[in-house]
């Protein structure tokens, strides 16, 4: 899960409400994405001035979200493993709120192995969905500049090329990705002033995955080595 700026010109008598930290006007494209790169929730429009925790927090998915009517699977054993259930959980970056199916990674500051070994996986997973923006971007020409229209309108120009992006991946599902072709800077920055203190279920859960990175069943052979020089 992350969020995308999509430029737009800015609209009348709006202040600095589309004004966001990259210094151009622009309303968010807030997406999930699967493994296919296919968007399979999105919220578009609000306000590029607003942080993402916020934006998703108030949100139809993030309301949804936390009345349970997301129809997500019930918690289910991590493979191999005998420890308790795991809940589904939306992978996600810094600057959203760890709860029970939300994971952020641990703080950057005096991390040891295994929450450094933590962040690479879900580093891994949350690539997804910042190549599923820049597949968007790179078919559709439209998001490379500026959207000539008013919020409103580019609001349902955008929610089209999202069916349309959800199309071609469908009839390319074949087709591979190099996800290293796809630069994060595409995704929404962080607003670290709007962290909460985690709760305990999310906390609880993040430590179940933690441990579950570093067993055998759940340990990847190169991870060590891919954490090496990283904080």
């Known amino acids: ?14 202040g ?22 296919k ?4 919220n578009i429009g609000a306000y590029g001035s607003t942080a993402d925790a ?10 949804r979200l936390r009345a349970n009517q997301l129809a997500l699977p019930e918690s289910r054993r991590l493979p191999g493993s005998a420890g308790p259930p795991a809940p589904f959980v939306l992978v996600a970056d810094e600057g959203f709120a760890l709860t029970h199916h939300v994971m952020r990674p641990f703080p950057k500051r005096g991390l040891d192995v295994r ?11 949350r690539r997804y969905v910042e190549c599923a923006f820049g597949i968007l971007s790179s078919k559709w020409m439209v998001f490379l500049s500026s959207i000539q229209m008013d919020p409103e309108n580019a609001t349902w120009v955008i929610q089209a090329f999202v069916v349309l992006h959800n199309f071609t991946r469908i009839h390319e599902a074949s087709s591979s990705v190099d996800l290293d072709e796809f630069p994060t800077s595409t995704v929404l920055g962080l607003d670290r002033t709007l962290h909460r203190r985690p709760g305990t279920a999310g906390i609880a859960v993040r ?14 052979p190169w991870q060590r080595d891919a954490i090496r020089g990283s904080v």
């Open 54 to 63: 916020r934006m998703f927090s108030a949100s139809i998915m993030g309301e």
């Open 39 to 42: 968007f399979i929730m999105v």
């Open 1 to 14: 899960m992350n969020g995308k700026h999509i430029r737009v010109k800015k609209p009348p008598h709006s």
């Open 16 to 37: 600095s409400r589309f004004f966001n930290y990259k210094h151009y006007f622009s309303i968010v494209l807030m997406a999930v994405a699967d493994s296919n790169y």
């Open 207 to 220: 430590e179940l995955f933690t441990d579950y990175f570093l067993s055998p069943e759940g340990s990847l």
């Open 115 to 125: 929450r450094r070994i933590f962040n690479y996986r879900l580093t891994r997973a």
